[in-house]
């Protein structure tokens, strides 16, 4: 799979996104090492704190299928009246539930900004730039299940 590919999947996962208070849409695509990928998409709750981030969905989804083995996770988001995407990090809460399951310095994270995402399905290649990044990058120094072991 392309990370063009996988941005298109994390995009068609933002049409998704349930944001009646934030209304900033996120949707995520988590690339398996076997090639299954998973959608997931933001989530609120009127309680704000039960409130779901699509990384997250797309690794419980994937957790819940019996895959822990993941090479990437494409993630696009923005505000639901935007024509065009900027960048859309990770919160730190998504970083640590995915160091959970990968090894960092080899996971890639693609962000991307969008040029114009009125119609996902016909989006171009030459519409969308892709940032990629792995997740030590993103999470230097990052706590994970080898600082557990006895």
């Not at 704000?48 to 690794?59: D, G, I, K, L, Q």
């Not at 969308?128 to 999470?139: C, D, F, N």
């Not at 990052?142 to 557990?148: A, H, K, Q, R």
């Amino acid at each position: 799979m392309t990370d063009f590919q996988l941005i298109k999947l994390a995009l068609e996962a933002r049409e998704m996104a349930y944001t009646p208070y934030s209304h900033h849409k996120v949707g995520a695509a988590l690339l398996c090492s076997d090639g299954t990928v998973f959608k997931g998409c933001n989530i609120e709750n009127a309680g704000y704190t039960p409130t779901n981030c699509a990384e997250r969905t797309a690794v419980f989804k994937a957790v819940s299928e019996g895959k822990k083995d993941f090479e990437a996770i494409a993630i696009v988001g923005g505000m639901d009246n935007l024509k065009s995407l900027p960048l859309c990090a990770p919160c730190g809460v998504c970083r640590q539930v995915l160091r959970e399951f990968v090894a960092p310095e080899k996971f890639k994270v693609l962000l991307a900004e969008v040029e114009d995402v009125s119609n996902v399905s016909t989006i171009e290649e030459t519409s969308v730039k892709i940032t990629t990044m792995t997740l030590s990058e993103l999470l230097p120094l990052g706590f994970g299940p080898e600082n557990l072991v006895l």
